[in-house]
């Protein structure tokens, strides 16, 4: 019988799709406000607006119920009473249904911005009371195998061997299980064979206890929080020795590590919770309330921290520094969540919560995927007893801790894609499945035992084979294997203390090496009664002895005929990947000490997990006897470097090659550096920036598209198409609310221009869900905004600040618009650009075109501040690439985003038009004739640009009549009758003029694009191309490109970016 029939998993989860139909009134729930209390009217006024677009927000996400302020006799309701005052804070939610069924929400929290968020999830709290709660649906979930551990010990110099008790877990890299065990922790790998003793060396220390609680980072890098004290441990992949960080902090709560390397402690009695990174402590604000009570926490999505309250019962998120970012109510059964002991968040935002009461595996909104209420029989536990939880996100397995009984359990996610299951795995499973109705059968027990000894996971062969014999005390099979498992497991950790001995005799000296010296001597000769014929164990064992006798060290000879005499290597960027495929990392000084000289000198660097194959650099002459020589050293990353999210303290392995004599040799060191995490950053060059703009992350992405839609029809007039959604998407962004932050350590104004100094910069999705940031955060996050809605745009630098500028999508020629209201614009290869500041959003977009131009002119104009498209950076410094995961990510009501950006438009029309045209009128009293033509010309592609064609039109024809000899103004007519569908006027009016220019674009430009729109396509053409070949830009922007044989004009041109040049010498 397989895992599979097992009567207590499987039954269907409902479906929660959105539904289209309406919903019939037993699935509307009525919401009825008995009492609410504010201490003031604004207070009074949030409640109310919150709860009304809660009801809205919680029917449109479930599509299974929905919910209305009305209520019927024997239909379902909520009850709410609310209070917000001094003595008292509380939302109360009491919901009854149609059969008798209760269930009590309460909010405590403050009334802030996730008020909305909180409501609208409280609600849908109460869906599934009314509607039932999903099981287990069939082959969801497959018990792989189980570890009983209390065969697992490990050798302490001068205690012996200690047993392991253990409390936690946390999953390293590979899929590798990290135990702790309170005074000691084991490493396992998904063969359940031990592959280490993290932080062992601790014990030679006489540091016991250092193991009570684990976690780990995506990197690797293992942190424990001892039973006792105050220091965190932390120990660095592929490094021996274990780090203490005095970091003060202690406590018995939940203990989370950041993917940055930032330890997390919650004490839930003492209402303290605190970070630690980088040898600073702070507080964390995760207590929102008195009465707040965490029990599980964890690390989320980009750095988060998710945090159960109990008395709530619901997950609020928050940022690294401790702001609430959002919220989550699960809708579990009635105190369930209450019950959390563990938590764990998948890439995705899906989430599982280990309660006393079983498994759950929840949707990124609480919405119960399925529930796990009790373990196969075969494991022997119950959920009562199970306290620790890892998940293997990968390959599906979720790991969980009996520590009681010493239990460690292996479950696998079948909706998860995964690698390919081993089949001594598969085999497991199997076996497993049949234990479930022959609980101690002697031949499944013997069948298990056997795999585990193919794939050498010692321990259990052990516990296996014993097994049996507690069943079957005269089995062959297992008295016979139980002795040979003995002895590897004895000959394992005989090596293990030999091994320990010699660091310890190298390190410290042979008093302190004496204990362990002895445990080793002691293992060997227990395996040589059991094995008198053992060699390699007899070996072993001499070869120890020797180690600790003198040593004659003078007649060493020299090795090789090289010398190594200095390596030096310079901190890695994961955000520099590809630049160090074309240029070196590191120097290395080699002197030839022999009396030949050494041909086929190859340098080779590498680094274990980071680096999959040496990088090699050769010597292209000899190297004479006594000649120094320095080469350099290359090293190419791979993509792992995109995982790490802390400082990791490396080693590079140098190996170097040659020949001399006739002899090949070869010798090798090693060489430490820093390998950065993926958001560091050093601003000695401003494209190195661009590397953290990700318009194709899907949550940037989707904010893009859906603020830009949001204002569909908001286009005010005078803005070419671009211009519009930029300020739809700023003005958007700017409601969202980003709060500017700047970083105390390393403010931009001290570290631009310096590779000294280490920055760190967001992910814009980050700073997305965190709305807080500095400017370069910020400026990365409005960058990928643009760039994923299909605006170009480029970094902005001045001594000492970062902003962005954006393609306007407008002619060069305009410039002349934006800089009469006042603007600095750039002009950049045949474009036009606005600096926008990032910092400022939330006051609007035009003020923040305002402090764009400001700083730019405090830098000296557009002229000294530094300009660097992202296009033209991401050739050297391309998009860093991140795991995907989904956030939640709200946009601002519509209606509020309608409003700001008409509100931006008007704004923007008044300084750019109205004013505009104030101050040219002003300037014409009085003017007449060849004086005034300069300002006609401005005032009448004015009114033209801004949708005032009459006026336009009166005005550049009285100009016209005032200087007939000009260009522009019969120019501008025609840009007028084009843009007013009137394409035979045009030609009529150009004509003439391309008679007296016949080499001008602008001209040649106007009459392709009138001669296509009135389907003369021979003709057209001809002037198409007349522009095209000497200005592709041109063409493209007034849509008589060439590419692909255009016959007509295209439709998809903005003619709010015709060119409307002021001056006559711009008729080119």
């Keep these: ?310 008395v709530e019962q619901r997950v609020v998120i928050f940022s690294p520094e401790g702001r609430p970012v959002d919220t989550i109510v699960p809708a579990l059964p009635q105190m369930s969540a209450a019950q ?183 293992s060997f000769e227990r395996i040589l009664a059991l094995r008198p014929d053992s060699e390699e164990v007899r070996r072993a064992m001499e070869e120890l002895r020797e180690a600790f006798s003198p040593r004659d060290t003078a007649g060493d000879a020299v090795s090789t005929p090289l010398r190594i005499d200095r390596v030096t290597m310079e901190n890695l960027f994961p955000g520099l990947f590809s630049a160090y495929r074309s240029r070196p990392v590191g120097e290395i000084t080699l002197t030839n000490r022999g009396d030949e000289p050494i041909t086929a000198l190859r340098v080779s660097a590498e680094v274990r997990r980071y680096s999959d194959f040496p990088t090699e650099t050769a010597l292209d002459r000899p190297l004479d006897p006594g000649e120094t020589v320095t080469m350099p050293v290359r090293i190419i990353l791979n993509d792992a470097v995109f995982t790490v999210e802390e400082d990791l303290p490396l080693q590079a392995r140098i190996t170097v090659q040659g020949e001399s004599g006739g002899r090949e040799f070869t010798t090798a060191g090693s060489t430490g550096f820093t390998l950065y995490r993926r958001s560091a950053l050093s601003w000695i060059e401003t494209e190195r920036l661009a590397g953290f703009i990700t318009p194709h992350e899907g949550n940037v992405s989707r904010f893009a598209m859906a603020a830009a839609n949001a204002a569909t029809g908001v286009s005010p007039a005078g803005f070419s198409r671009s211009f519009v959604r930029a300020m739809q998407i700023a003005d958007t962004l700017g409601l969202h609310g980003i709060l500017y932050v700047e970083d105390p350590h390393t403010p931009i104004s001290e570290i631009l221009g310096r590779d000294d100094v280490i920055d760190t910069v967001r992910f814009p999705r980050t700073t997305l869900l965190n709305r807080a940031g500095d400017c370069d955060d910020t400026t990365t996050l409005l960058c990928s905004l643009y ?86 950076a991401w050739r050297q410094y391309p998009t860093i690439p991140i795991p995907a995961t989904e956030l939640n990510v709200p946009l601002p009501p519509e209606e509020e985003i309608r409003r700001q950006v008409q509100q931006s438009g008007v704004e923007l029309q008044r300084l750019l038009y109205h004013a505009a045209v104030g101050r040219i009128e002003a300037s014409l009293q009085g003017r007449s004739g060849d004086a005034g033509l300069e300002g006609m010309i401005r005032l009448g592609a004015l009114h033209l640009r801004f949708g005032e064609t009459g006026a336009a039109e009166r005005v550049l024809l009285e100009a016209r009549s005032a200087s007939p000899e000009a260009m522009l103004p019969p120019i501008h007519l025609a840009t007028l009758y084009i843009t007013d569908a009137r394409p035979t006027e045009a030609l009529e009016v150009l004509q003439p003029l391309y008679a007296r220019a016949p080499r001008s674009l602008l001209v040649n430009a106007l009459m392709a694009r009138a001669s296509l729109d009135l389907g003369q396509v021979t003709e057209g053409r001809k002037y198409a191309e007349a522009v095209e070949s000497r200005s592709p830009e041109l063409a493209r922007r007034y849509g008589i490109s060439l590419e692909g044989g255009a016959s007509r004009a295209s439709a998809e041109v903005d003619p709010r970016s015709f060119a409307l040049p002021a001056r006559e010498e711009d008729t080119r």
């Design 1 to 310: 019988m397989s895992l599979l029939s097992l009567p207590l998993l499987l039954f269907p989860v409902p479906a929660w799709s959105q539904n289209a139909d309406p919903l019939p009134p037993e699935r509307t729930i009525g919401v009825v406000i008995g009492y609410v209390q504010a201490s003031r009217a604004d207070q009074q006024k949030l409640f109310e607006t919150s709860l009304e677009g809660a009801l809205h927000r919680a029917g449109a996400e479930s599509g299974r119920v929905s919910f209305a302020r009305r209520s019927s006799s024997g239909t379902p309701r909520i009850d709410v009473v609310a209070m917000n005052t001094p003595e008292n804070r509380m939302i109360a939610l009491t919901f009854s249904g149609p059969g008798g069924e209760n269930a009590v929400m309460l909010i405590r929290s403050p009334w802030d911005d996730l008020l909305p968020r909180t409501l609208t999830q409280a609600l849908r709290f109460f869906e599934p009371a009314l509607l039932g709660y999903p099981g287990m649906p069939e082959g969801a979930l497959l018990l792989e195998d189980f570890f009983p551990l209390e065969s697992i010990r490990a050798p302490s110099p001068g205690l012996g061997m200690m047993s392991l008790y253990p409390v936690d877990i946390a999953l390293r890299p590979e899929g590798r299980v990290v135990v702790a065990g309170a005074s000691f922790a084991v490493e396992i790998d998904r063969y359940f064979r031990i592959t280490g003793y993290p932080g062992s060396d601790l014990l030679e220390q006489g540091i016991f206890n250092y193991a009570g609680a684990v976690d780990t980072t995506p990197a690797g890098t293992i942190y424990f929080r001892p039973s006792q004290g105050s220091d965190i441990y932390r120990v660095l992949d592929g490094v021996d020795r274990t780090h203490r960080l005095r970091a003060g902090v202690g406590g018995h709560g939940p203990f989370v590590v950041l993917p940055d390397g930032a330890v997390v402690t919650i004490d839930a009695i003492s209402k303290r919770a605190s970070t630690f990174s980088g040898q600073i402590r702070q507080d964390l604000p995760l207590f929102l309330y008195p009465d707040s009570y965490i029990t599980a926490a964890t690390a989320g999505p980009t750095g988060t921290i998710w945090a159960l309250d109990t």
């Design 340 to 522: 959390t002991v563990a938590m764990h968040v998948y890439p995705g935002g899906e989430f599982l919560m280990l309660t006393r009461a079983g498994l759950w595996k929840l949707q990124r909104d609480g919405r119960p995927i399925w529930h796990l209420a009790e373990l196969p029989p075969v494991v022997g536990t119950t959920f009562m007893q199970v306290s620790g939880l890892t998940v293997d996100a990968e390959r599906g397995l979720i790991y969980l801790l009996d520590g009681g009984n010493r239990l460690l359990i292996r479950l696998r996610d079948t909706a998860i894609e995964a690698p390919d299951q081993p089949e001594s795995l598969a085999t497991l499973q199997r076996i497993n499945g049949d234990l479930n109705t022959r609980r101690e059968a002697p031949d499944l027990l013997l069948a298990k035992a056997r795999v585990y000894a193919e794939t050498g996971a010692t321990h259990l062969t052990e516990a296996t084979y014993q097994h049996v014999l507690d069943v079957d005390p005269y089995n062959a099979e297992a008295t016979a294997g139980l002795e040979h498992v003995r002895i590897i497991r004895l000959e394992a950790e005989a090596r293990r203390l030999a091994s320990i001995a010699r660091s310890q005799l190298e390190t410290m000296g042979p008093a302190t090496a004496q204990a362990s010296y002895t445990q080793a001597l002691q």
């Design 787 to 872: 760039e994923a809605a299909g605006i170009r745009t480029a970094i902005v630098t001045t001594p000492d600040h970062v902003l962005m500028a954006f393609d306007t999508g407008d002619s060069p020629d305009n410039r002349w618009i934006y800089e009469e209201a006042g603007f600095s614009v750039f002009v950049r290869e045949d474009r036009l650009w606005l600096p926008v500041e990032t910092t400022v959003l939330g006051e609007g977009f035009g003020r923040a075109l305002e402090a764009g131009t400001r700083f730019v002119r405090a830098a000296g104009g557009t002229d000294q501040a530094g300009f660097v498209t992202t296009e033209h």
